[in-house]
């Protein structure tokens, strides 16, 4: 799977569950709670000031190395 701005998060952490503290670590930590689960990663770095094209490396590179 390759991660962009557009997946949704929910679908990543059905596949992988060990990118959750990439997750936690930008603030976002409801991650059972159904709206955060149906938002993109470019929605949730918007509502946390965190750089989208930064996570979306970050995540890429975390399940490539797997």
Same mark, same amino acid.
């Given at each position: 799977?390759e991660?962009?701005?557009?997946t949704?998060? &929910?679908?990543i952490?059905?596949?992988?569950?060990?990118? /959750?503290?990439?997750f !936690?670590?930008? #603030?976002m930590? @409801? !991650? #059972?709670?159904p709206?955060?689960r &149906? *938002?993109s990663?470019?929605q949730? @770095?918007? +509502?946390?000031g965190v750089? /989208?094209? *930064? !996570? +979306?490396s $970050? !995540?890429n590179a975390?399940?490539q190395? $797997?």
């Amino acid at each position: 799977m390759e991660i962009t701005k557009d997946t949704i998060i &929910g679908d990543i952490l059905d596949i992988d569950s060990s990118t /959750a503290p990439f997750f !936690l670590e930008m #603030g976002m930590h @409801c !991650l #059972g709670c159904p709206a955060s689960r &149906g *938002e993109s990663i470019e929605q949730a @770095c918007m +509502v946390h000031g965190v750089n /989208a094209d *930064e !996570l +979306v490396s $970050k !995540l890429n590179a975390h399940i490539q190395g $797997k």
